[in-house]
């Protein structure tokens, strides 16, 4: 029988080696681009980015601030549902402040993936959270995806 | 000075833990159903059913075996061109084999995710590879999306 003495207690089954690594990674390490389009864009516009910047998501600003997202999803249901979309502004049909998930560049992917599972969306907002006359207003400076966390999975497994 | 004698050489740096616990994950542990409508269903009723049952993507087949694939993208750029969607069938607007993606369930999570961010893809259709009278045939037995990735790592995480 194998001498049950003199073996090496490395630790290692309490340590989960996946989170340790990915832990590392800041959602200012993988964010990209954001598309932003203002409130008052026409839906028809906005469509017409989408396609240009080939993205999924597009996330709408007032006063330079978020105020809403608007996807691929709500662009077809209002198509569906027979909407002018030479004269309807994506601010009717985006999903608006405060019902929006979003991430600061400082968290960590981890976090990020978290938030993107838990809330069933494609995508978050990277914001700056400021503060204007005594209230907080989001400013977008970027984005992170599900994309992000496929591409950062397959580098991962890679290096 | 720190001695340089009697330390330990793991061996560590030489192996990519997290790669090593990645591909433990097959295809087949992480995929879901796919969302199935014929070739020659109209573009309304595939819409219908995207919105039905909440997917991005279709897949598409003809006598039961894989022909394409159709995506909320697809559906939005037809409704913008003013096709009739109550007359086109989606066969007319899917991406066509064999300029698909596909992946089988014995495949690893870490070959799906590279196809899929090669491809810049949001899923890949789950196959079996079975032959008719000397031709290759895919069937359609699952759906493995940059979801499912996204919740994958978001579980390695945790445990």
Redesign the interface.
Known sequence: ARPKVGYFYSGKSDI????Q???KYLVEDVMKMPVVVTEDSTIYDA?VT??LEDT?TIYVVANNYLSGVVS??D???T??GGGDMNKMPVGMIMTRMPNLATVTKNETI?EA??R??ENEVDSLPVVEVMEENGKERLKVIGKVS??N??????N????
Chains 1, 2 share one sequence.
């Open positions: 989960n080696v996946f989170s690594e990915a832990e469509i989408l396609f999924g691929r999803k662009f077809l249901k198509l569906m981890i993936a978290n993107i599972v599900k994309s966390i496929t591409e950062l999975f397959v991962l497994c890679k290096k």
